[in-house]
């Protein structure tokens, strides 16, 4: 966790040791120069200097001082509840533990309670799907990994389950009981769809996307990641599976120095891997497979093949576009609440 504490007196000093020892032992912290140690950065006024590089830095900040002085101080940097850092305060004393933004998305409130019971101390949550105890599904959705799709559509759930419950549709079984709030089912005016296909079964649908589709590729030797590109969105938009659902690209080994691939991994943010033929060869199940393929690679599916290993079942097929070939595969996953 990229964790930046401040502290902004001797005591607090103290206290921001104390956390860094319950939360992280790699954590930064920063105080006034006066104040500065072997495990103290010292940094010299205004607070402005230090807290612009903090805020694009950090997964999470602690302010060990006064709502005021964190308010200000990240005050000119805030900008998305999808981007912004956890922002926690802790007072001097740390008796009291209070997240001030990203409580959820963020993690935030997460942090507050794990850090309150490690301090003695008590967290002040102040969201409203806390304070009245029903399902807050941005911070489920966070700490789970998924994508969230359409933060208007998170709102509208957030407020919608402080009145009533409001239904769950999910592709996954689920295996825990539904928290506070929610019930299964698959039409309403307002409801949660956990899945990697694009699907809206209600009127407004707040759409939770796991990423566990591995894509599976082919091409020709020199393809640019123009055409990769073109032809993964073809499959995705036939396939009606979300971009977010894809976890990690995979191909044969003849194909580890394709730049084309390489390419599109990199702008995808996918980790890529190759597999030897050997490895793809030794898969079960049903491929498409080709004479032509095995000739030139020495195995009769590459796509499909290396789209399965380490997944469970395939869910489309091989498909060409424009000399790429695409496959997907699907890792087994539960919903736990």
Not at 66 to 93: N, Q
Not at 142 to 166: F, H, N, Q, S, Y
Not at 185 to 205: A, L, M
Not at 221 to 226: L, S
Request: proline letters at 5%; a negative charge.
């Amino acid at each position: 966790m990229k964790l930046a504490i401040l502290a902004f007196t001797r005591n607090g000093c103290d206290t921001a040791e104390k956390i860094r020892a319950c939360l992280a032992p790699e954590a930064r912290i920063y105080a006034p120069e006066k104040f500065a140690s072997d495990t103290v950065e010292g940094y010299a006024p205004p607070l402005s200097t230090l807290m612009e590089p903090l805020f694009g830095w950090a997964e999470q900040l602690i302010f060990v001082g006064s709502c005021g002085i964190a308010v200000r101080a990240i005050a000119p940097y805030v900008r998305s509840k999808k981007t912004d850092p956890g922002v926690t305060v802790v007072d001097d004393r740390g008796e009291h533990v209070i997240p001030i933004l990203s409580g959820h998305i963020g993690g935030a409130n997460a942090l507050a309670r794990t850090l309150a019971a490690a301090l003695g101390g008590e967290a002040v949550l102040t969201t409203a799907t806390d304070v009245n105890h029903r399902f807050a599904v941005d911070e489920w959705a966070a700490g789970k990994g998924l994508t969230i799709r359409g933060m208007k559509a998170a709102k509208d759930v957030a407020a919608a389950i402080l009145e009533k419950d409001i239904p769950i549709s999910c592709e996954f079984p689920i295996i825990s009981a539904l928290p506070e709030g929610c019930y299964a089912g698959d039409r309403g005016e307002i409801g949660i769809h956990i899945g990697v296909h694009v699907r809206s079964p209600f009127t407004e649908t707040l759409r939770l996307v796991p990423p566990v589709v591995q894509l599976g590729l082919g091409c020709r030797r020199g393809t640019p990641r123009e055409k990769i590109e073109f032809a993964v969105e073809s499959v995705l938009a036939e396939a009606g599976v979300d971009r977010a659902a894809l976890c990690c690209a995979a191909s044969i080994e003849l194909k580890e120095d394709e730049e084309g691939l390489l390419s599109f991994a990199r702008e995808r943010g996918l980790p890529i891997r190759f597999y030897s033929a050997e490895t793809l060869r030794a898969l079960p199940g049903d491929f498409t497979v080709s004479d032509f393929v095995r000739s030139v690679t020495g195995v009769d599916s590459v796509c499909e093949r290396a789209a399965m290993v380490g997944a469970d079942r395939l869910i489309w097929k091989k498909t060409a576009v424009d000399g790429v070939t695409v496959a997907l595969a699907i890792r087994n996953w539960e919903a736990e609440f």
